[in-house]
Structures are given as C-alpha cells and as structure tokens.
C-alpha cells in the first residue's frame, strides 16, 4: 500500500478521534446542564430555556455520526488494529479536555494520569514498527 494511501487512512482516523472526542465533551456539558424532567416536561417554554444545552447534546450526536462516517473510510485502508488504537487516544484527550477545562471541574488525578500516559505509550508501540501484512 503507497505511504499516501496510509497517510490518507491516518488522516481520516484522526478526524474521526477528534470528532468522538469533541462528541463526547459535547454531550458531557449538555447533559449536566439539563436537569432531570419526564416527557410532560417537554413542551416550548422548557425547550427554549435549555436550548443552549439541548444544542449541545445534538451537536455531540451529530459529532458521533460524523466521526462514523470518518471512521468508514479509516476502516477501509488501514488494518483494523491500527486503526482500532487511533480510538484509544480519545480517551487520553477526554480525560486531558476535563481536566483541563474549567467549565468541566473535574480533578487530576495521578493515577487517571498515568493511565492515560499508558495508553499513549501502547498506541505509540503499536504503531511504532511499520505494518507488515498485505491489504
């Protein structure tokens, strides 16, 4: 398989972690923002005043549909165990965006660190020694 071939698999793989990461970041703040209701509860007034947290949850469902679509044309140049790794990496980001971001409020932790250092490091011995399989 041609390196620009590889590289066009790598680079779908990433739009595709980027779009599951900022997904899931999405769907964190919409629904921590959305308090408890029952179906009664839905009606305009209740809509309009949580619109900015409903949006947010849509765009993380429409971040997941996006990044499926990404992950579609990953699958078909990259062998599934590298591809498969790439998603590893969302949780490493996850966990740094949280950390990280103040309106998410959640503490660094050492071992939450080291578990994210850790699945870094298997992503990168993974993908360190060049594929040798044919497509």
């Given amino acids: 398989m ?13 739009a595709s972690l980027l779009l599951v990461t900022l997904a899931q970041l999405l769907m964190k703040w919409g629904m921590v923002q959305i308090p408890p209701f ?27 549909v996006l990044s499926m679509v990404c992950w579609y044309f ?18 490493a980001l996850v966990y740094l965006a949280a950390v990280s971001l103040p309106w998410f409020n959640e503490d660094i932790h050492l071992l939450k660190t080291c578990g994210g250092l850790l699945v870094l490091f298997g992503v990168w011995l993974i993908h360190s020694k060049p594929s040798q399989e044919a497509h």
Avoid at 2 to 14: C, H, N
Avoid at 38 to 64: E, F, K, M, R
């Fill in 38 to 64: 029952s179906l009664s509860d839905i009606q305009l007034p209740w809509i309009l005043n949580h619109l900015p947290a409903l949006l947010s949850v849509a765009c993380g469902i429409t971040g997941y």
């Fill in 74 to 91: 990953t699958l078909r140049i990259l062998p599934l165990h590298r591809a498969y790794t790439l998603l590893s990496l969302s949780y």
């Fill in 2 to 14: 041609k390196t620009t071939e590889i590289m066009k698999g790598y680079a779908w793989g990433s």
